[in-house]
């Protein structure tokens, strides 16, 4: 589903819980208490969270990495699909900010014995969090939880819809290696189909200037996939000359509705990355994956392993650029109910 897009709320905004980034221009504040996907937001609030994320990298490199800017505040992970990577993230971007943090197990919890989002969200809202991370299989819950909770909410990840905080982190890496997003090349590879990062990723990386290629057999690829800024091949000979950034997708064989490869041997074969088609990019393109990797698959270990290969980087660039969009997200939650006692978004 798409969202629409919310206005921009030009006002002034300070924060006593570390030095603001410069801001994208004179009187901007980001405007949002939630982060429920790319589309949501402008170019400037990309940028605003990416230099805030920049700051947060050199907290999570020191021997001391806690905060207090968050102290006090409870922050709930909801994930109704397993996740290793980003609930991890997430829980040690919560605690690196001072935050109270806790995993909420769908397994063992009432959503198994019968009970509706909708009474879950209740539910939770009752014991007042500050933060809601939710991850769900289906596209659009998290604008639903975020239409009946008071707090803040963050999208980790909703069916084929997006993955916002996994794009601003892979634009986080490009643009601390290259210096900057506009004018790149970037090759998105595999299943772009039933992938939120591919999606969350074209509209961020369009957004921001950058030359967005889709490469992926046919069958593995959206109808209309043209409609969203971006050149298709079916080929990665074709895709790969030129890219500075090359970004591997995994087979999302959960998702997949009867065969749409012949084999995973075939599909290596004419789609995997390995040197030799590595080598068709640019000499110094980035290596990109938002895992779990599946070596022999899309990607050969030697180049997932790497000297060109960010991977390892793109899991730490996750905790501090969630550390960022979740102390930006209560601010903007504390400066709405400050001011005018509702909320908004």
Request: hydrophobic content about 40%; glycine content about 8%.
């Amino acid at each position: 589903m798409d969202i629409t897009p919310i206005a921009l709320v030009l006002m002034t905004a300070t924060s006593d819980h570390s030095p603001n980034p410069p801001l994208p221009y004179e009187g901007y504040v980001f405007a949002h208490q939630h982060l429920l996907g790319i589309a949501d937001i402008s170019e400037h609030d990309i940028t605003y969270l990416l230099d805030r994320a920049d700051a947060a990298v050199e907290i999570s490199r020191q021997v001391e990495k806690k905060k207090v800017a968050l102290r006090g505040r409870t922050q709930i992970n909801l994930f109704f699909e397993a996740s290793t990577r980003t609930q991890s993230s997430f829980e040690l971007a919560g605690k690196r900010l001072g935050a109270d943090v806790m995993n909420m197990s769908v397994g063992s919890s009432s959503v198994k014995k019968g009970e509706t989002l909708i009474d879950t969200a209740m539910t939770l809202n009752a014991m007042r969090p500050d933060i809601l991370v939710v991850r769900h299989q289906s596209a659009g819950a998290t604008e639903l939880l975020a239409q009946k909770v008071g707090c803040c909410v963050v999208n980790g990840g909703d069916g084929a819809h997006e993955h916002p905080t996994q794009a601003l982190l892979d634009a986080l890496t490009i643009r601390r290696h290259k210096g900057g997003i506009a004018r790149k090349t970037v090759a998105i590879c595999g299943d772009i189909l039933h992938s939120r990062v591919a999606r969350s990723n074209i509209m961020l990386l369009n957004a921001l200037g950058a030359r967005v290629r889709v490469i992926a057999p046919s069958t593995l690829l959206p109808a209309g996939v043209e409609q969203l800024g971006v050149e298709v091949f079916n080929r990665m000979e074709e895709g790969l000359p030129g890219c500075d950034v090359v970004m591997m997708l995994r087979l999302q064989r959960e998702r997949m509705a009867g065969a749409l490869i012949p084999s995973v041997r075939e599909y290596f074969q004419f789609f995997g990355l390995d040197r030799k088609r590595l080598a068709m990019a640019e000499p110094d393109a980035l290596v990109m994956h938002p895992g779990p990797m599946n070596r022999g698959v899309e990607i050969s270990s030697d180049v997932a392993d790497g000297a060109q290969s960010v991977i390892q980087e793109q899991v730490e660039m996750g905790v501090a650029l969630r550390m960022a969009v979740m102390e930006t997200l209560v601010e903007r939650f504390d400066q709405i109910n400050s001011t005018t006692g509702g909320q908004d978004d």
